[in-house]
């Protein structure tokens, strides 16, 4: 059983469309991060979100962390073929990093 | 910077054999990871390191892997004798200790495939 458990697993859409991907834990985290991890390459760092009810943006990823820190959300607007990729979210607490099993989106062009 | 270096990029090798893997971090960093990464169990902690020191190692599957960080440039993961079910790909991590949650910096991974 995944600490964190991300939704959906597989999403595949077509350029220009909006998304939203979730990131859920029945744990309490200080803080979250995202990343995104390109084939044959590592992740990479997205954001970190610290504070219950934060937004952060970045360009048209918009990551929103849960009010009780517990849960995630990613949403990217018109998604374009350079999105692609696994998006991975990971739970920090007392020096204890978890990872999700991550999402893995396909943006056709 | 160069980032984090792996080495060897792919391993090929047969079941009962002896894989060591190799980690060079960012200078500077104080902290180093070792995950493996499968489909089915996503992205795992095995070891990590806080200035060349283990901290917490209970992600370690079981005995035959171990792992080492003899200086601040430098780390092993050493899987033997190697299993099948020991295929994935392993990536090493690093991050620099400023207080509070730090950005992990990962290298490209090592494939291992044990036939």
């Known amino acids: 059983t995944q600490l964190l458990e991300q939704s959906p697993q597989f999403l595949s859409i077509q350029e220009g469309e909006n998304l939203t991907v979730y990131c859920n834990s029945s744990?309490?985290?200080?803080?979250l991060q995202w990343y995104r991890q390109e084939p044959g390459e590592g992740p990479v760092l997205l954001v970190t979100v610290v504070t219950g009810g934060e937004v952060k943006k970045l360009k048209r990823l918009t990551f929103q962390f849960g009010d009780a820190r517990k849960d995630s959300s990613l949403h990217i607007t018109a998604a374009q073929p350079g999105d692609t990729g696994l998006y991975l979210c990971a739970g920090y607490n007392n020096n204890d990093m978890r990872f999700g099993a991550g999402t893995r989106l396909t943006v056709k062009p | 910077d160069a980032g984090v270096i792996q080495s060897p990029r792919h391993e090929v090798t047969e079941m009962g054999q002896e894989v060591t893997l190799r980690c060079k971090p960012i200078s500077g960093h104080d902290y180093l990871f070792w995950y493996r990464q499968t489909m089915m169990r996503g992205l795992e902690l095995l070891i990590y390191f806080n200035n060349n020191v283990p901290i917490d190692d209970s992600g370690m599957p079981e005995d035959r892997f171990s792992a080492k960080m003899p200086n601040a440039s430098f780390s092993t993961l050493k899987i033997q004798p190697s299993e099948p079910r020991d295929s994935a790909v392993y990536f090493c991590a690093s991050s620099r200790s400023g207080g509070g949650v730090e950005t992990q910096y990962f290298g490209p991974g090592t494939r291992l495939l044990v036939l």
């Open positions: 744990s309490v985290f200080s803080s």
